[in-house]
């Protein structure tokens, strides 16, 4: 009995000891970095082409004043508009060449008209990626092109018609099953917060352990 109660009590010391609360600390602190540096920095080992589409409303006429408003888009009257852009970006760990593509990408978009407005240069990484665009009846072709790992650029278009214009890109690329489709920036950005959220409480949570360990066992020191 004797042996279990000095037992007990060498437990309960060990608990409060410097020792053990500064172990509990510095994971308090290393775990959620480490969380941290493997989510940022998890390689993608494989070839891979992933997209996003943003779309901004522009113009939007009641029909009850159609006849008295006019909006014209290179001299011709619109009704219904969005500037629409796709984000293109090689999101693997290799290099996509323009020999690894079967045929140009197709941005294509369902429903309404869309017209080219530019390629900004603000988003093409690196600056001198050359593009190769041919406007089609429903969208754009791409022409094949050298993409390294982070390498992207952006098209953006201006969409005619009443219905949401939601663009797909499509292509057939030598070790890519699919093309992604992204989230848009406003949902990375929730999901970053999300893991920030999640690293904030694993923190928490330590803190809070180490806290109660340290009050049970002072508590149960002073007892004995």
Known sequence: ????????????????????????????????????????????????????????????????????????????????????TVRVRNSGSRPISAADFDKPMRIRFDGGTATILDTPDDARVPRDLSLSLSETSDGVTIEPLLLNPRDRFAVRFLAEGSGRSTPTLSARIAGVERVEREATPDTRADQSSRRAQTLTSVSAILGAVASVAAAIAAFVVAKH
């Open 1 to 84: 009995m004797w042996r279990s109660h000095s037992m007990f009590l060498l437990g309960a010391s060990f608990l409060a000891s410097p020792v053990f609360l500064g172990v509990v600390g510095v994971l308090a602190v290393a775990v959620p970095v480490v969380l941290w540096l493997a989510d940022r920095l998890r390689p993608e080992r494989r070839r891979a082409l992933s997209y996003s589409v943003a779309v901004a409303p522009l113009v939007d006429v009641n029909s009850e004043v159609r006849d008295r408003v006019k909006v014209l888009f290179d001299g011709q009257p619109i009704a219904h508009a969005s500037l629409v």
